[in-house]
């Protein structure tokens, strides 16, 4: 019966997920006549009801996932509500956008049409209020698959939303979402023919799936991100700077540090700044234990761990360790797949490397980049601009996070980066863009352009019929020519060999 009970599921999601994009389709072919006004006014409506929300919002995603820490998600859910809208308030996105009177070229955005919006257990609510503002900023309607394990917080963030814009003169229906997702229904969203554009945060099948589905898609890879501390760096600041944004929201968001590479004069000083700071250093038995409670299965990440306290994770690997531990770190000196602690983990758990010189930290921070987080992100720690920009030249990431807390300075919390919780890894991560995702990302421009310039072309003498016609006729009058004089001279030479010679002459002259 259990595979009835499945398909019957799967069924009523599928059905409800037709409804909806009908549903938003019919609001979406009013919505994209508003007017740059209009389409203002709903943004911050809902920009601002969300933000008075984000408390109650974040309690339940972190009573329904499991993962988290209030405070930090309350955090999120501001930075996706208010901090988007401050990033994206001005940006014209409707009608005339732009001209250039010395190109005499004018730029006109229109929408995508309806967006599907994949959102992750990790930042359910923060994230689905986020790709909201983005796609209604641009006259797009939405229509969003929860994550099934987050369903509950994502679609009450979403109901926020909605009643908001409604409350603005939204046409209802242009924020949809599925109640009880699964795989399939979501599978079918994506290839879905009214579906227009997918925005896919989560993990990496879910956005092979998105490129593979034949639409539009911005999807972006995993997080795997080293960070540098260098020997001219404040140790101090960066080791305080690196458990703060390793243990917000207990690692859950993808730019988080994953693991530490200090250079060596400075790795003693750093080793006592992280135990200050609230880091736990695992002896080699204590490391062995966490090994086989991050990676069971070596090579794949325990999701019980993805969230947790560092408190609790000791406790799942058996080890106590002191009251108010926050991050727990083990040194390392291997890198793969296979080897725990050089992986993304999505926890408060640090690998700590040793670079004998700045060479060997390149190499060390590609090492890891490597097996996991190619396009993403990079911190670094220095006060040396030759080594910034050595690292920025030569790192395959889309970012460089530089004197800041990667978690949130990637996301613009913390820098001039624009307000995202969608931080593409452009070529290096297999994306279609290094950009943090925002509103100018779902518009569609089109351009008039004037002529400028007079272009002179050259006519042809003649047509290649005729020319070919010509040098046929020419070819014949030297043939004849030729028999006339050999017959003179010659009477009762054979003259069909004389003309085939003088033909085959002719030609190869011709191809000179």
């Not at 945060?201 to 995993?222: I, N």
């Not at 002179?456 to 047509?463: C, E, R, T």
Request: aromatic residues 4%; contains cysteine; hydrophobic residues 40%.
């Amino acid at each position: 019966m259990i595979p009835i009970i499945e398909f019957d599921l799967d069924l009523k999601s599928i059905q409800e997920m037709r409804d909806v994009v009908k549903k938003a389709k019919e609001a979406q072919a009013k919505f994209q006549y508003f007017s740059q006004e209009q389409v203002d006014q709903i943004v911050k409506h809902v920009a601002e009801t969300a933000y008075k929300k984000s408390d109650i919002l974040a309690q339940m995603a972190v009573e329904e996932t499991g993962m988290g820490v209030v405070e930090h998600k309350k955090i999120k859910n501001e930075l996706g509500s208010m901090g988007v809208y401050e990033s994206i308030k001005d940006e014209k996105t409707v009608g005339v956008i732009g001209s250039d009177s010395k190109r005499k070229i004018t730029e006109i955005a229109y929408p995508f049409g309806i967006i599907a919006g994949i959102i992750p257990t990790t930042n359910p609510t923060s994230t689905a209020i986020f790709k909201t503002l983005i796609s209604l900023k641009t006259k797009n309607a939405i229509v969003v698959s929860p994550h099934p394990s987050a369903a509950k917080c994502t679609v009450e963030a979403l109901k926020i939303c909605s009643q908001a814009a409604t409350e603005a003169g939204a046409p209802e229906g242009v924020i949809g979402w599925m109640t009880k997702p699964t795989m399939s229904a979501t599978t079918e969203l994506m290839h879905h023919k009214d579906i227009n554009l997918i925005l896919a945060t989560g993990g990496g099948g879910l956005v092979r799936a998105a490129y593979s589905s034949g639409k539009p898609a911005y999807g972006v890879g995993p997080g795997n991100v080293p960070v540098y501390i260098d020997r001219s760096a404040d140790v101090k600041q960066a080791v305080r700077m690196i458990i703060d944004s390793k243990s917000f929201d207990n690692g859950t968001i993808c730019a988080t540090e994953q693991s530490i590479v200090v250079h060596k004069n400075i790795k003693e000083m750093t080793l006592r700044e992280l135990k200050n700071n609230g880091g736990y250093l695992l002896n080699e038995s204590e490391k062995a234990r966490v090994e086989d409670v991050i990676s069971p299965i070596r090579g794949k990440l325990n999701p019980a761990i993805v969230g947790k306290t560092a408190e609790i994770i000791a406790s799942m690997a058996g080890i106590h360790v002191p009251e108010g531990t926050r991050v727990l770190i083990a040194e390392e000196d291997l890198i793969g797949k296979e080897i725990p602690f050089s992986i993304e983990k999505l926890s408060p758990i640090l690998g700590f490397y040793t670079a004998s010189h700045v060479d060997k930290g390149l190499e060390i921070c590609q090492g890891l980049l490597d097996i996991g987080g190619r396009g993403h992100s990079l911190a670094l720690h220095t006060n040396d601009e030759e080594v910034a920009k050595r690292f920025g030249l030569e790192m395959p990431v889309s970012r460089i996070l530089v004197n800041t807390l990667a978690s949130i300075g990637a996301a613009g919390a913390t820098t001039g980066l624009t307000a995202s919780l969608t931080l593409g890894c452009g070529s290096f991560g297999g994306n279609i863009t290094g950009d943090n995702i925002t509103a100018r990302h779902l518009i569609n421009i089109k351009r008039i352009a004037y002529g400028i310039k007079d272009v002179s072309l050259p006519k042809a003498l003649q047509s290649n019929r005729g020319r070919v016609e010509k040098e046929s006729a020419s070819v014949d009058g030297i043939v004849e020519q030729v028999l006339k004089e050999v017959n003179d001279k010659t009477p009762g030479i054979n003259s069909d060999l004389i003309a085939e010679l003088v033909k085959n002459v002719m030609a190869q002259y011709q191809k000179q």
